[in-house]
């Protein structure tokens, strides 16, 4: 039983057989053959290894004759690994001693090296040595991979379990479509090795309401059974049966409490001194909407238009993009808030669709977003022409992400304007005075809030880049997860700022980042001045328990004294003091 801690993204607790999947997403079957089968697994292994040196020979043949022997010989070292007697005898009895398929031999024979590899870089001293095992150890998963794609006929595999089994996934990483096609039938949780708390896949998680833990750090070894706690960040590799049972009993703890919490959906969310909250929920997808309404959301307060390109080959078209707001609408109702956040493409999200992005050095401070959409104008038109026709059946509003400066946003609206237009000239019904905001998640917008805000009807904090471009930390990067917290001082008074700006100059404010969702920040926001937040609907009901339990005063004092201190940890201690006085099972 092995103990590991990552980033808690989705709530839940998870206990079930571990499905391993690699970078490439080639799935390891976890099975066993009957023992009289032993002979036929030997045959297939020998031949998969044939294969692959032979493969190998060949490769070491044609990159030698075309640069050099040194390159070759990259081919020349993998061909002897598949020859060596000893691991093909290490590999052989497996299969026999544990009747193991030929692919679980494979995949235990070789992570049973990589684990040693990995202590023993651990324990050298030398940073040369260190790195020497720490290839090895990669070249090896490299062999791992080739010898299953060789045994499994190399058919591309879909990333996902098969055969109907419950399985929690564990990955290197997962990409946001591979994500999307989970579902909650099939996949109990995941947990992955890299990856940071508001990447797109940890986001879906949370929509898709599976557990998910990530940036655990390596871990892919050799697993079984595992327990994913999505509540803290933790995954508990190949536990024993005492442990299974603890977690079974905190598993059906939550549920009780997401039962009571569900007792609060039709009450108001209001504080102890009747301010009202306005609670809405965050949606990638359209069918979301529901789960709004079910939880007891006002609105929808960032619907993320982007995942309309999930898993296509061509940009969607102006029918699909009206197709998918009108059932936003059809669902929550043509009397509810539904802000559109016009398409935020790049960076981390679906950065290979449809030839629109280059690669780019520095993808987060690169041609994403709204940026992108101004040199691709007619995509942005396609976009904007669907958002005001369907604007015309329910209360959809338009918000433009990652405005950097005044002048984008002026772009954005005078594109805009054509496009009305255009509508007004083709006869075509459209809502003329659509609600325009934009989000304030680049520093330069927030410091420049107060004249961004002469422009717009509303703001929406997304502290998710907010957070990441103040303190110079990729929100998706495990090894500077340390400086990435919402509650440094310096997001604080950005968002002080940003609050002050819209209450200036007359406008809504709301904060739409993971931040709003977190019943620990929950205080501090409404103590900034904050009546609006938006966040991934399954958070809604425990947020408005806090809501219930706290006093305006008394969050604003909070917030002075979390804007007096230095440092983020003392502002983490000081909420997290606040939120067992009024919440006390919201805190470990
Ligand atoms: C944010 O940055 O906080 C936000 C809500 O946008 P996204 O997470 O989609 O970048
Ligand atoms: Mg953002």
């Keep these: ?95 026999r001693d544990e009747t193991y398929s030929a692919e679980y031999a494979v995949s235990r024979g070789i992570r049973e090296q990589v684990k040693k590899l990995e202590e023993a ?49 564990l990955a290197n990483d997962l990409m946001p479509s591979d994500t999307a096609d989970f579902s909650p039938r099939t996949v109990w949780a995941f947990a992955t090795e890299s990856g940071g708390p508001t990447s797109h896949t940890a986001i879906l998680a949370g929509a898709l309401e599976i557990p998910a833990v990530v940036g655990v750090g390596r871990f892919l070894t050799d ?22 049972h603890k977690y079974e009993a905190k598993r059906l703890a939550g549920l009780s409490r997401a039962d009571r919490y569900e007792s609060l959906r039709g009450k108001p969310a209001v504080t102890h ?3 009202a909250i306005k609670l809405l929920g965050n949606i990638e997808l359209a069918p979301e909407a529901a789960h709004c309404a079910d939880r007891g959301a006002e609105g929808v307060g960032l619907y993320r238009t982007e995942f309309l390109y999930l898993n296509k080959s061509s940009d969607p078209t102006e029918a699909e993009h009206y197709d998918a707001y009108r059932a936003v609408i059809d669902t929550i109702g043509p ?52 958002i005001l026709r369907a604007a015309v059946h329910g209360d959809i509003r338009i918000m433009f992400p990652m405005i950097s400066t005044v002048d984008e946003l002026r772009k954005c609206k005078t594109l805009l304007n054509e496009v009305k237009e255009d509508l007004d000239e083709s006869g075509t019904p459209y809502k003329p005075d659509i609600r325009v905001g934009t989000m304030i998640e680049v520093p330069s917008a927030a410091i420049l809030a107060d004249v961004i805000a002469r422009e ?30 919402p509650a440094d001082p310096a997001v604080l008074r950005l968002i002080r700022t940003v609050v002050e700006a819209a209450g200036k100059a007359g406008i809504d404010v709301n904060v739409c980042g993971e931040m709003s969702g977190e019943p620990l920040y929950a205080p501090l926001l409404i103590g900034l001045g904050l009546r609006s937040l938006s966040a991934t609907p399954r958070k809604i009901p425990e947020i408005k ?9 008394e969050a604003e004092k909070v917030a002075g004294q979390a804007l007096q201190m230095d440092t983020a940890r003392q502002v983490q201690n000081l909420l997290r003091d606040q939120l067992r006085r009024i919440l006390p099972e919201a805190v470990e």
């Design 456 to 485: 717009v009807d509303f703001f929406s904090v997304g502290t998710n880049d907010l957070i990441q471009y103040t303190l110079a930390a990729d929100r998706n990067n495990e090894h500077v997860a340390h400086l990435y917290d």
């Design 121 to 169: 870089q651990k324990k050298v001293g030398d940073l040369a040595a260190a790195e020497v095992l720490r290839r090895r150890a990669g070249d090896l998963i490299d062999l791992e991979r080739q010898i299953l794609s060789t045994l499994l006929g190399r058919q591309p595999t879909p990333v996902g379990p098969v055969g109907g089994e419950r399985v929690v996934i």
């Design 273 to 275: 001194d009747g301010v």
């Design 545 to 553: 328990r806090v809501i219930r339990q706290l006093s305006v005063a």
């Design 335 to 386: 009397n509810r808030p539904v802000v559109i956040r016009t398409l935020d493409l790049g960076a981390d999200k679906f950065s290979s669709v449809s030839g629109l992005l280059s690669v780019e050095k520095n993808p987060f401070l690169g041609l994403r977003s709204v940026r992108l959409c101004l040199r691709k104008v007619d995509l942005f038109r396609t976009q904007l022409r669907a």
């Design 1 to 95: 039983m092995e103990y590991r801690y990552g980033t808690a993204v989705s709530p839940g607790i998870a206990i079930g057989p571990a499905l391993v999947l690699d970078t490439e997403g080639v799935r390891i079957p976890h099975k066993t053959v009957p023992p009289e089968q032993a002979d036929a697994e030997v045959e297939r292994l020998r031949e998969a290894l044939d294969d692959a040196a032979a493969e190998a020979r060949e490769k070491r043949q044609r990159y030698t004759a075309r640069f050099e022997a040194a390159i070759g010989n990259i081919f020349a070292a993998q061909q002897s690994a598949f020859e060596d007697p000893s691991f093909r005898a290490r590999l052989e009895q497996l299969i």
């Design 223 to 244: 697993v079984s059974g595992v327990i994913v706690d999505g509540d803290e960040g933790k995954i508990i590799l190949d536990p024993d049966e005492a442990t299974v």
